[in-house]
């Protein structure tokens, strides 16, 4: 049996800055400042909410619960996705 | 529980508070339900723009709307969203309290609508909830069941479609209703905090009179609200309830719990478990035309491309359509001095009223056309939603120097005036952000210092015609030189007095609509009538100040001779100051009485060089009679006054200066405090000195 099998399925986790352009991440975590974390959350960056990357190095743009949000990168950090596909 | 001092009786006028998160379509909801009777004005001590507004029952009895600040949650990070805050929770004694609340939500995006509402319904008032853009969701094969949502809540729920009126009388009929029922609004705090949020209840009830719900509401934010922002006008909170709040924070922080994170947490579960309720997902979304519009609009390249020949298509449009509408109201002002010459009896009464307040009025209102396009394009570029991509592309650049994107349309104002400029930073959330947009928004080479620029340049150049490459070039300079300025002293002070990190933003894109031309020129209107109101009081103030300076004491004979005035003496005065950098007491009586507004430099100098017939009111007015004068001014020993060295290093100076007492007034309104102004006023005009100086001596040092 191959070793793989055996394994528990981990998915790839990372800062929403880490994320590839064109992947969907899900939301695994909101660490850093508590107030930024805060705000993300009441904006709707919950944990298990589905974040697609749009496009953007120092200002991202992601696609949450079909609405378009920039963000800055120093915000995007404090988001920990999952990666759920593309990449 | 009643506002104080509210009478709370059938005769008084129901006070509504509309409410929702920005870009859920709560103006254009807000101008259909009060039409024009709006009243558009300032929370005290705040700027915060204030809208109330009258509506009309179904039996034709008025209703008050307060169009309170758009926000996302009741947990404030900005002025405006605190004010929402304080209107709502009756802490502001400027406002009544409302009596019932309005809450408009989006209904294509239901989910995070509805975690301001949740916070709403804890407030314990009546409230009607309204699903706008109810068309856009049902486009997109969303089905919002209205039906559920009402059984839920308990509240009435009316579907909508704002911009085109449907779903008003609906809303019209709810809000006539004399008996709103109050919210089944239920939901389960997490049993770790609930010890807290029962001891600020007591504390808010007992120490400040507060109804229970208000006081449970109140006690659940305060403890969301990491760092809450107050705003000026607003009751603090007693120091029993800070200290228990203090208390409980501390404990928590100890435990490394995030309870405000768990609090938000269970919000958002019970308003998953209400949504799943009620809307039915349409199928799983391809590509929407804003996505499609986006591709472009956002590009790495065309992004740029298109917001460079949008910018540039705006001021185009505020330099050349302005023209005519500003000659004609020139003409008129001038044909009105005359009018007044005619009929008064010379003396000094006359001399008031035509050289001191109808010249004080033609400023403000000749910049009326300019600041009316400008607003008319930003009403325009906000309503359709490309302003919020213009700010995501610049975030990129301005991020560099410290700056939020959304400091990227104070600054553009600026172009055309910085006080709609200084106004506009009222968007940007962090206060420190916001202050330095503030501070180098007046480097934004403003229209004011055009006509400084252009006589400056028909004086440089020697022969009757300037050649176009010339002004152009020059003209260009100076744009440059106060851009880099603005930003260089932005990036300056956000690594040294504002110190700060790297700016947060979080900034939704609201999908392309196409403009509602109401609501642009409503928008446009009431900015313009704010202006008017905050900067034409300034300038017909010291209009009528600068002509008394420039009148009195007269000269021999009673005659008026600007050079035995208070303001020649002041020229005189500040002589030593301002030779190094080439100017002498006459330019310096300009620079003084340009502070009423920069333009004025050149009807000032056509006075005190004694020109006569010039008329600076006339746009087309010749300049080379004013360009003669100057040419053949000259300083006591001999030398020429207005060298091209003089004439470069006096453009230098007006680039920096801060020579703009509307400026002044309004920066001390924003930051409500002396301190700022004062010191911008030092940074500018310091700066603008030293390059000047840097700039004239060096040229005497190269010979010119």
């Known amino acids: 049996m191959p070793t793989a099998h055996l394994e528990p399925f981990r998915p790839q986790r990372m800062t929403l800055t880490e994320l590839p352009i064109g992947a969907t991440g899900r939301v695994f975590a909101l660490a850093g400042e508590t107030n930024v974390c805060a705000r993300l959350r009441e904006l709707g960056f919950c944990e298990s909410a589905v974040i697609e990357k749009i496009s953007g190095q120092k200002t991202l743009l992601c696609q949450l619960c079909g609405t378009r949000i920039a963000l800055s990168d120093r915000t995007a950090s404090h988001i920990v996705v999952e990666l759920v596909r593309g990449g | ?704």
């Not at chain 2, 939500?105 to 319904?121: F, G, K, P």
């Not at chain 2, 199928?283 to 499609?292: N, V």
């Not at chain 2, 959304?406 to 506009?424: N, Q, T, W």
């Not at chain 2, 008026?560 to 020649?568: N, Q, T």
């Open chain 2, 1 to 704: 529980m009643s506002a104080p001092g509210q009478p709370a009786g059938p005769s008084r006028t129901p006070v509504y508070a509309l409410v929702g998160n920005p870009n859920c379509g709560k103006s254009t909801l807000f101008n259909a339900l009060t039409g024009l009777k709006q009243k558009v004005g300032n929370y005290p001590g705040v700027t915060v723009e204030k809208k109330i507004g009258t509506a009309y029952s179904q039996h034709g009895l008025p209703l008050t709307v307060i169009d309170l600040p758009g926000t996302y949650s009741l947990a404030a990070r900005s002025p405006d969203e605190a004010v929402t805050r304080d209107v709502l929770l009756g802490r502001r004694a400027d406002t009544p309290q409302p009596d019932r609340i309005l809450c408009i939500v989006d209904a294509t995006n239901l989910e995070r609508n509805l975690y301001l509402v949740h916070q709403i319904l804890d407030l314990g008032r009546p409230v009607i909830l309204v699903l706008n853009m109810m068309d856009l969701a049902a486009r997109s094969g969303m089905e919002v069941r209205v039906g559920r949502l009402e059984h839920a809540l308990g509240i009435p729920v009316i579907a909508c479609e704002a911009v085109n009126g449907k779903g008003l009388i609906e809303l019209k009929l709810a809000m006539s209703r004399p008996d709103l029922p109050l919210s089944r609004h239920a939901w389960d705090i997490p049993a770790a905090i609930a010890p807290a949020v029962t001891e600020l209840q007591a504390s808010l009830a007992a120490g400040e009179g507060k109804s229970p719900l208000i006081a449970r509401a109140e006690a659940l934010l305060l403890l969301t609200d990491q760092d809450s922002v107050r705003v000026a006008g607003s009751t603090p909170l007693n120091a029993r309830t800070t200290e228990i709040l203090r208390s409980w924070q501390e404990r928590w922080a100890g435990q490394e719990i995030d309870w405000a994170g768990i609090l938000v947490g269970s919000r958002y579960d019970a308003i998953g478990v209400l949504a799943a309720n009620a809307v039915q997902a349409g199928p799983p979304a391809g590509r929407t035309t804003s996505d499609k519009i986006d591709a472009v609009v956002t590009h790495p390249v065309w992004g740029w491309l298109i917001l460079i020949a949008v910018m540039t298509l705006i001021f185009l449009s505020i330099f050349t359509l302005a023209e005519y509408p500003m000659d004609w109201i020139g003409a008129q002002i001038a044909a009105l001095t005359r009018g007044v010459k005619d009929v008064m009896p010379a003396g000094d009464l006359r001399d008031l009223v035509t050289d001191g307040a109808i010249a004080g009025v033609g400023t403000i209102v000749t910049f009326l056309p300019q600041i009316l396009i400008l607003f008319f394009f930003i009403g325009l570029l906000e309503n359709t939603g490309y302003m919020a991509r213009a700010a995501f592309i610049m975030d990129r650049l301005m991020s560099r120097v410290g700056l939020n994107g959304k400091a990227f349309i104070p600054l553009l104002s600026s172009y055309a005036c910085a006080i709609p400029g200084i106004m506009a930073t009222r968007t940007i959330e962090d206060p420190k952000d916001r202050l330095t947009t503030i501070l180098v928004a007046p480097l934004m080479s403003c229209s004011a210092r055009l006509p400084v620029y252009l006589l400056m340049i028909a004086a440089l150049v020697p022969g009757d015609r300037v050649p176009l490459p010339t002004k152009v070039g020059l003209m260009l300079l100076m744009y440059a030189l106060g851009t880099f300025g603005a930003f260089g002293f932005a990036w300056l002070f956000k690594r040294t007095l504002l110190k700060g990190a790297p700016p947060l933003m979080i900034m939704e894109l609201p999908p392309y609509r196409l403009p509602g031309l109401k609501d642009v020129v409503l928008h446009m209107i009431q900015r313009a009538g704010l202006f008017l109101k905050r900067a034409g009081t300034v300038i017909l103030g010291i209009s009528i100040i600068l002509w008394f300076l420039t009148t009195y004491p007269k000269g021999p004979g009673g005659v008026v001779s600007i050079d035995h005035s208070f303001a020649g003496a002041a020229g005189h005065a500040i002589e030593p100051l301002i030779k190094p950098i080439g100017f002498d007491w006459r330019i310096g009586i300009g620079l003084i009485s340009s502070f009423a507004a920069r333009e004025v430099f050149v009807s000032s100098t056509a006075v005190v060089f004694s020109v006569q017939n010039f008329n600076a009111d006339d746009a087309h007015a010749d300049l080379t009679p004013l360009r003669e004068a100057l040419r053949n001014a000259h300083w006591p020993d001999g030398r020429a006054l207005f060298t091209p060295l003089v004439c470069l290093s006096l453009m230098i100076y007006y680039v920096f200066a801060m020579q703009c007492m509307s400026t002044i007034a309004v920066v001390r309104r924003e930051t409500n405090s002396w301190k700022w102004p004062i010191f911008q006023t030092l940074y500018m005009t310091g700066t603008a000195w030293v390059l000047s100086f840097i700039v004239y001596q060096a040229g005497r040092g190269l010979g010119f």
